[in-house]
């Protein structure tokens, strides 16, 4: 059990940091689109292309909307908020199942 427990520790650190990228990425996503990034620059073409991938299945939830002339991206802000609960659920079921997670 010693040995799950360690895997364990490590393999919960990993989740939580896989999380932090991916909600970091989406959050970048979100206030580049909020400021109307040039959508055809290297580095924000990269940045959609990427995160596209991880707000697919979010995207019929809410529509985007219009604040005055700035988007707000409400499809990858739901995004955010179900990796971070999808996070909170795995961890709670490892936890059920091995008591040392």
Known sequence: MLLFSRFGGW???FLGRVLMLL????ILRIVLQFFDAN???LV???LYGVTNFFIGPFQSIFPNFLWGSRLVDLVAISAVAGYLILYWLAVAVLRAIFRDF
Do not use: I, M, N
């Open 11 to 13: 393999f919960r650190r």
């Open 23 to 26: 909600e970091g990425l989406l």
């Open 39 to 41: 959508a055809s620059a």
């Open 44 to 46: 924000v073409k990269f």
